[in-house]
């Protein structure tokens, strides 16, 4: 079974500082892995996703992910943040499940973060 | 495109009283899903639909049932609500391995 693991439930930083948010992941097999982002009363949106083609992976609004195997984490940065970054962030595990037909996400527990102007 | 719409809204309900979420998707994925999204937990898989007249369960599946009505609706029900249910319900649909599209979610208060 796989399992997700965000180190902080909030991060605060200040306008145009750098942004780190930090995912663990545990999985049997090769992953998918993802981020996701969550605006305040609205579902999530795809913010980038690892399939094994580039470890670094470029996402949405200038955020990007590095893959690293060794130590089984795809932590999520973006070089100056901004106001509009304030949201709630979510890493996903996604491994193909042969007994449902599907793969199977599972999801970390989320980092608000919080931008300071 | 609308992507995926779910109804309703908001909805409240008293204990033991039954309602069912509704979700559609105009992408031509084959599989769905139905999260619950609770403060601090994240977001639990309740049960999924790889296929249209297939559906497993989740983590988190008791209180629940599901009906893949065709390609396109994955609609969720509760037979006996409980305060316990009171949460935000998410329904995504998937084609890309993994990739999952999201409603905006449901807001259930179970009293």
């Known amino acids: 079974a796989q399992s997700v693991t965000q180190l902080g439930s909030h991060v605060s930083v200040s306008e145009g500082a750098l942004v780190l948010l930090r995912c663990n992941y545990s999985s049997s097999v090769p992953p998918y892995l993802f981020w996701y982002v969550q605006y305040p009363n609205q579902g999530l949106q795809l913010l980038l996703k690892?399939?094994?083609?580039?470890?670094l992976v470029k996402g949405i609004n200038g955020f990007e992910a590095e893959f690293k195997k060794s130590e089984t984490s795809f932590h999520l940065t973006k070089p100056s943040a901004h106001m509009s970054d304030a949201a709630e962030y979510f890493c996903?595990?996604?491994?193909?499940?042969?007994?449902?037909?599907?793969?199977?996400?599972?999801f970390g527990r989320g980092t608000s973060l919080i931008v300071h102007p | 495109n609308a992507g995926v719409t779910q109804t309703p809204k908001f909805q409240v309900l008293k204990t033991g009283q039954s309602m069912t979420l509704q979700c559609a998707q105009d992408m031509n994925h084959n599989s769905m899903y139905w999260y619950r999204q609770d403060p601090g937990m994240g977001l639990r898989l309740i049960y999924y639909?790889?296929?249209?007249?297939?559906?497993d369960k989740g983590e988190v599946p008791n209180g629940y049932n599901v009906s893949r009505l065709n390609k396109r609706e994955f609609s969720l029900r509760l037979e006996s609500a409980a305060p316990s249910q009171t949460s935000v319900y998410f329904c995504a649909s998937s084609r890309a391995p993994g990739t999952q599209y999201f409603g905006p979610g449901t807001r259930l208060l179970v009293l």
């Open positions: 996903a595990v996604s491994v193909w499940a042969a007994s449902g037909g599907s793969y199977i996400p599972t």
């Open positions: 690892y399939t094994s083609a580039a470890t």
């Open positions: 639909s790889a296929s249209e007249g297939t559906t």
